[in-house]
């Protein structure tokens, strides 16, 4: 199982991928939902999305 979790370790990012990030981020979903469903760990999306000047909206 912990072989599964690095399958995609230090990817780059895709065009398709930065554009869904961008798209998800405006809808406002949570920083662990754009994870899940781009297959990517929380810290990776957080990294992409502050350089790409993005806010990820706050769990409350």
Known sequence: MAAEKFERHRQPWTQD??????????????LKAIAKAMTRSEESVKDRAKADGLNIAKLR
Do not use: N, P, V
């Open 17 to 30: 991928e930065i554009q869904k990030l961008h798209t998800l981020a405006k809808k406002g979903m949570a």
